[in-house]
T-cell receptor, first 112, second 112 residues
Framework: AQSVAQPEDQVNVAEGNPLTVKCTYS??????LFWYVQYPNRGLQFLLK??????LVKGSYGFEAEFNKSQTSFHLKKPSALVSDSALYFC??????????FGQGTTLQVKP | DTEVTQTPKHLVMGMTNKKSLKCEQHMGHRAMYWYKQKAKKPPELMFV???????INESVPSRFSPECPNSSLLNLHLHALQPEDSALYLC???????????FGPGTRLLVL
């Protein structure tokens, strides 16, 4: 079965430092992978996606993610974290039916 | 424009009330979705409409009744809800299949 895992419930980073939010996916079919961010009491905002092609995907707000087929990972990265990046981040994959398979979410806390 | 709008933003209702949530998109998307989200958890899919027809019902209780009057509008009719139905209700739309889903800001529902 298709699945997505985010191994960390929370990631703490100091402002200005690089950040990584981890995501791994199950090997089943061609993974269409996405990252979304959710600020408190708001909907999910699309950050970036991997369908095919270049393994390094650039997205909104300076975020990027690297698709690694051998490690079945799709980690979200940013070179320099901002306090305003503090939010809940979801990694997910899409199946052909349109259903999204969500990771459990990772809370990113960026401290000044 | 990737905006999905939802009204109302907040809703408080008693267990005997009837209310409706509304969602609207003008991106020409053919697929629209309802999700339910509890605090700090990933959204759970409830319903999917494709070309204005219900294509997926994730075994949602009949006290939730979706409606798609036209390709831009999606409603969720609520009747005889339970306190455990209190959650953030998110609407999303996409071009269908594995395409990116764009989420609205959600309706925060409290059932007393």
């Amino acid at each position: 079965a298709q699945s997505v895992a985010q191994p960390e419930d929370q990631v703490n980073v100091a402002e200005g430092n690089p950040l990584t939010v981890k995501c791994t996916y199950s090997v089943s079919g061609n993974p269409y992978l996405f990252w979304y961010v959710q600020y408190p009491n708001r909907g999910l905002q699309f950050l970036l996606k991997y369908i095919t092609g270049d393994n390094l995907v650039k997205g909104s707000y300076g975020f990027e993610a690297e698709f690694n087929k051998s490690q079945t990972s799709f980690h979200l990265k940013k070179p320099s974290a901002l306090v305003s990046d503090s939010a809940l981040y979801f990694c997910l994959r899409s199946g052909n039916t349109g259903k999204l398979i969500f990771g459990q979410g990772t809370t990113l806390q960026v401290k000044p | 424009d990737t905006e999905v709008t939802q009204t109302p933003k907040h809703l408080v209702m008693g267990m005997t009330n009837k209310k409706s949530l509304k969602c609207e998109q003008h991106m020409g998307h053919r697929a629209m979705y309802w999700y339910k989200q509890k605090a700090k958890k990933p959204p759970e899919l409830m319903f999917v409409y494709s070309y204005e027809k219900l294509s997926i019902n994730e075994s949602v209780p009949s006290r939730f009744s979706p409606e798609c009057p036209n390709s831009s509008l999606l409603n969720l009719h609520l009747h005889a809800l339970q306190p455990e139905d209190s959650a953030l209700y998110l609407c999303a739309s996409s071009r269908g299949g594995a395409e990116t889903q764009y989420f609205g800001p959600g309706t925060r529902l409290l059932v007393l």
